[in-house]
């Protein structure tokens, strides 16, 4: 089991940027390739971006958050990281952080973890 606790959510006006942070414990994270999903008010669960089980691993973008969305991680401390600039209101979401066994192109369609989410605002 890996437990994952998402932090650093909170309201921003837009244009502006905010870090999410993900703690995972149970197990190192080291084996599992890690990501992200939001969901938006009145809208399904939607991906967001991923990356490959290693430090500075390949890395997978949902086309809108392109160019503004980072992910990375330090397994070493077993977490994962959002780095969001130039956000816009539609970004307002709960943030999730997932772990995958899989490959990290396959998290879109099936994480094996998840947290309990992480609140962003960014207003006009």
């Known amino acids: 089991q890996v437990q994952l606790v998402e932090s650093g959510g909170g309201l921003v006006q837009a244009g502006g940027s905010l870090r999410l942070s993900c703690a995972a414990a149970g197990r190192t994270i080291s084996t599992y390739s890690m990501g992200w999903f939001r969901q938006a008010p009145g809208k399904e669960r939607e991906f967001v971006a991923a990356?490959?089980?290693?430090?500075?691993?390949?890395?997978l973008y949902a086309e809108d958050v392109k160019g503004r969305f980072t992910v990375s991680r330090e397994n070493a401390k077993n977490m994962v990281y959002l780095h969001m600039d130039f956000l816009k209101p539609e970004d307002t979401a709960v943030y999730y952080c997932?772990?995958?066994?899989?490959?990290?192109?396959?998290?879109?369609?099936?994480?094996?973890?998840w947290g309990q989410g992480t609140q962003v605002t960014v207003s006009p």
């Open positions: 997932v772990a995958s066994s899989q490959n990290y192109y396959h998290v879109p369609q099936s994480p094996d973890y």
């Open positions: 990356i490959a089980w290693r430090d500075g691993g390949s890395t």
